[in-house]
């Protein structure tokens, strides 16, 4: 069977683990190059090695994106390592909740930065590429469910996601004309290590026992579904492939059924 991006260029950010490690290692299983990002070129050494001992290209880039000179200078470090770009994945996001009465204002603009600001100057520094290029291309964001719904003391999580869905459709109708798609990817509980952290955090602070607590939530779904990161791997493929070729502008729920709008 032909590999679906073969020859494609790609760059996810928070490829270290989890969800966007998958989305990595899958792209590069099908043919793909990978910029596998992270916050340090050690912390990316794991995926970069999966990758190649299983025979796919990857190289490291890195940068603190709440930082946006480092951001910029990442952006150009994977343009040249790959010689230009296909696809990017803005992936990488943190978490955290309080009461808004509670919050400091670090803590919002912490959010906001990386999962909001930075996701938009990725896709300002990579964009021209995929401009110049002429060929289309694949953007692709991480936003959760969570950029669906109201959730007491999630606040700036929450957000920070329903802005991702916003900027993802305004960039999606400004570069439509140039077939470059741009979508979202909405999971819900996914098997990574920091929905563990999280859950285990929620399980601490309430009295609960962890491993049940971290079980019955992870499979509140329609499915009672143990979602597992390969889940949103293979979704991002679907969307990156030319199977997603005339899907654009879209927020899609990957939750079994836990979100239904």
Not at 125 to 147: D, E, K, R, Y
Request: net charge neutral; proline share 2%; glycine share 10%.
């Amino acid at each position: 069977m032909a590999q679906r991006l073969a020859g494609k260029r790609a760059l996810v950010t928070g490829a270290a683990s989890g969800m966007g490690r998958a989305m990595a290692e899958t792209f590069a299983r099908e043919g793909a190059i990978v910029a596998v990002h992270a916050r340090s070129h050690e912390r990316a050494r794991d995926t970069v090695a999966s990758i190649t001992q299983a025979g796919g290209k990857a190289f490291a880039v890195a940068a603190d994106l709440a930082v946006s000179a480092e951001i910029k200078a990442m952006c150009a470090d994977a343009i040249t390592g790959l010689g230009g770009l296909d696809i990017l994945v803005n992936n990488a996001g943190v978490v955290d909740s309080a009461k808004v009465t509670e919050m400091s204002e670090e803590m919002w603009d912490w959010t906001m930065a990386v999962n909001l600001k930075a996701p938009f100057l990725v896709s300002k520094f990579t964009l021209p590429a995929m401009l110049a290029a002429g060929q289309g291309g694949s953007v692709i964001f991480n936003a959760s469910t969570n950029g669906k719904t109201a959730d007491a003391e999630w606040t700036a999580y929450n957000s920070s996601k329903h802005g991702v869905i916003g900027f993802m459709r305004c960039l999606a109708a400004e570069v439509g004309k140039a077939q470059i798609r741009v979508n979202a990817i909405c999971p819900g509980w996914i098997e990574t290590p920091l929905a563990h952290d999280i859950l285990g955090k929620i399980a601490k602070e309430s009295g609960q026992e962890t491993d049940r607590y971290y079980d019955s939530t992870m499979k509140t779904n329609m499915m009672g579904a143990l979602l597992p990161a390969s889940s949103a791997a293979d979704l991002a493929l679907f969307l990156a492939s030319d199977e997603g070729r005339y899907i654009t502008g879209q927020a899609i729920n990957l939750c079994a059924g836990l979100c239904t709008w």
